[in-house]
């Protein structure tokens, strides 16, 4: 691919100005939703496809002061429909916006009151329940619940305190299950889940900072004792600029090792956009020009093409279009992030605006069945000079020339700089562009729910909840459950540290066997394909009871038990256990021991079989011990034990 400049990989931070800012969700493992009594567990996928969706429009509804939000009138021009399936254990009248919310879950506003006094945030003195407008379906009302609990505070940190700006609890979203360009299907057993959203201010200035910051929020939230784990239970969204750029939002880190990848990407990608902007004013590149470009119908051109996804296109009722980017010749291959290159940002933008699968431009060319001699007529019928690139468009016509106007636009504003967006998280640690960023239009009050006054009855309680630091975290869990630093550590900076106190709490099981299943087995049970980060607590909790039923275990019966548990589901902490022990050897005495207790449980019919209860004794026991010892020495402990049993009967 052809590329203009190269983006440099080594980046000083401090050079260019970095400050990064941190919102980080936690969904909150309460009694109940927010503003409802469902509880706040998912269901599975094969729940879900029995439920047949309720469907819904939304319009652009204007907020009180009489404007459009400019998201939420991106997503109102994509004209979709929303569907919800709703889980009956899940979901009731409230997420389906039926029923008015329910007052405010005190236990959320306990938590997020605890977390304001470990940092010293001003608690409010009255928490107002506040709707944010979201029109992208993933709330039913078209509004998120959210309420600010307090302001201020700080984060302690190696680089200097990072401040804190807010502390709110919000309802979460719906869980997006498809889309595609008609409809999108979300399920509404994540609706109403509480979140509390923590944010700081732009005070960081590394990626390496970043995520020590966004770790040491998670863990306060955790120590809580009330955040949810597992994939997605934790949103890390943060806000970047360099020097020269506007404020860019980027949505949904689940991990906390790709922050500082994002981090990284990203101001590649704005340096980038500024290397380009420079290079078109050099060339002396017009907005004006750029904007007045013509779309050009080229389908009789590229028919001729031996392009066959070009021909498929056509064939099935689209057309070809293209527009010239004057000046741009080189710069859409210009990679900004990791296999992203400018084009890709015009991708992104075409498919998002117009819903178009993606765009093909001169950079890439020749290249997709398209050849020079192609190539050639295209340039003349643009009307391309030697610095000049263009982009095609097939699809439907209104759609091609709607995904043209945007991506027309889209190369305007490189030539004036960066524009303010919101970009979601790529696996890689690459971002993409998202929406327009929400304007300040979007809060009102909700009126459904009056406003909490914060009394000293809810702090006093508050109090009890406050988090610890770390290290007296550790030093707790050294003490308590007796266990090593390096235990006690990794514990604590688990997932599982909570579940961890739960299970010893519940079963009275030995805390370092406990430990062991989420420190040194976690990889070997991996290797035999178990993922832990997958069981849900209910499995845990069957684990442990199955553990205490079976007394002293070891570490390798501890890979038997989750093995046994996690494979048959179906199996009650009885059954569990009893597999388990019919899967070790038995010695005779055991035998023995089994033998009678079995002849003394069916004493009448072996009384009424006399001589032929060898058979029936035999089959009851060899369904209990086969495979753990001889059958041969079976069989001579039973006729030994019968024949005892008989003759004590006739004396
Ligand atoms: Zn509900």
């Not at 022990?581 to 207790?597: A, F, G, N």
């Amino acid at each position: 691919m052809k590329a203009a400049i190269t983006v440099p990989k080594n980046i000083d931070y401090k050079d260019i100005g970095l400050k990064v800012g941190l919102e980080i969700h936690q969904q909150l493992n309460t009694r109940a939703k927010l503003f409802c009594n469902c509880p706040v567990s998912l269901v599975s996928d094969s729940t879900l496809s029995h439920l047949i969706p309720y469907e819904r429009f939304l319009r652009a509804t204007k907020s009180e002061l009489g404007e459009v939000d400019t998201a939420a009138a991106f997503e109102f021009q994509r004209q979709r429909v929303f569907k919800y399936l709703l889980p009956p254990t899940a979901s009731c009248l409230v997420e389906l916006d039926e029923e008015p919310p329910h007052p405010l879950n005190k236990e959320a506003l306990i938590t997020a009151l605890a977390i304001a006094l470990a940092i010293d945030s001003f608690i409010v003195d009255e928490v107002h329940v506040m709707r944010k407008i979201v029109i992208d379906g993933s709330n039913t009302t078209g509004f998120q619940r959210t309420a600010i609990v307090a302001l201020g505070g700080h984060i302690a940190d190696e680089n200097g305190d990072v401040r804190v700006q807010s502390i709110a609890i919000e309802e979460d979203a719906a869980r997006k299950i498809s889309e595609d360009v008609t409809s999108v299907t979300y399920s509404l057993d994540r609706l109403g889940i509480p979140l509390i959203e923590i944010s700081t201010a732009p005070d960081i200035t590394t990626p390496v900072q970043a995520r020590r910051i966004a770790e040491k929020i998670g863990l306060m939230l955790r120590f809580t004792g009330k955040a949810k784990r597992g994939i997605g239970t934790i949103r890390q969204d943060l806000n970047l600029s360099i020097s020269g750029s506007p404020k860019i939002e980027i949505k949904g880190i689940q991990k906390l090792e790709l922050i500082p990848k994002v981090i990284e990407e990203e101001v590649r990608r704005l340096i980038g956009l500024i290397m380009i902007r420079d290079l078109l004013i050099e060339r002396g590149a017009s907005v004006e020009e750029m904007k007045t470009q013509p779309i050009i119908d080229v389908t009789d051109i590229l028919i001729k093409s031996s392009s066959r996804f070009i021909l498929n296109a056509i064939k099935e009722g689209g057309k070809a279009y293209a527009i010239k980017a004057p000046k741009f010749d080189g710069i859409l291959g210009v990679e900004l992030q990791t296999n992203r290159r400018f084009g890709t940002e015009l991708a992104d933008y075409a498919r998002q605006w117009a819903g178009v699968k993606g765009i093909v431009h001169s950079d890439e060319l020749p290249g997709y069945g398209i050849n020079e001699s192609d190539i050639k007529e295209l340039r003349s019928a643009l009307e391309i000079k030697n610095s000049d690139a263009f982009i095609i468009v097939v699809d439907r016509p209104e759609k091609a020339k709607r995904a043209l106007e945007v991506v027309r636009d889209r190369c305007a504003m490189a030539i004036i700089g960066i524009p303010k967006e919101t970009r979601a998280a790529n696996d890689d640690g690459t971002t993409r562009y998202m929406r327009p960023q929400p304007g300040a239009a979007r809060m009102y009050p909700e009126t459904d729910i009056p406003p909490i006054r914060v009394t000293s009855e809810l702090i006093e309680e508050a109090k009890n909840l406050v988090p610890p630091t770390v290290e007296e975290k550790v030093s707790y869990f050294i003490k308590v459950y007796n266990l090593s630093f390096e235990l006690a550590k990794q514990l604590v900076y688990s997932e599982y540290m909570t579940l961890f106190e739960q299970l010893v709490g519940s079963y009275g099981v030995n805390p370092k066997i406990l430990a062991m299943l989420f420190t040194s087995l976690y990889g070997e049970l991996k290797k035999n394909g178990i993922d832990i980060d997958l069981l849900s607590d209910a499995t845990f909790h069957k684990i442990a009871s199955v553990i205490k039923s079976l007394g002293d275990v070891s570490k390798d019966d501890l890979l038997v038990i989750v093995e046994t548990v996690y494979r048959n589901p179906q199996l009650s902490v009885e059954e569990a256990v009893f597999q388990i022990k019919s899967q070790k050897t038995i010695d005779v005495s055991e035998l023995r021991e089994l033998v009678r207790s079995k002849i003394t449980a069916f004493a009448d019919e072996v009384k009424k079989r006399g001589d032929k209860a060898f058979q029936f004794i035999m089959g009851k026991i060899m369904n209990e011990v086969r495979g753990r010892i001889d059958g041969k020495i079976v069989a001579k402990v039973v006729k030994e034990e019968l024949e005892s049993f008989l003759k004590d009967m006739k004396t």
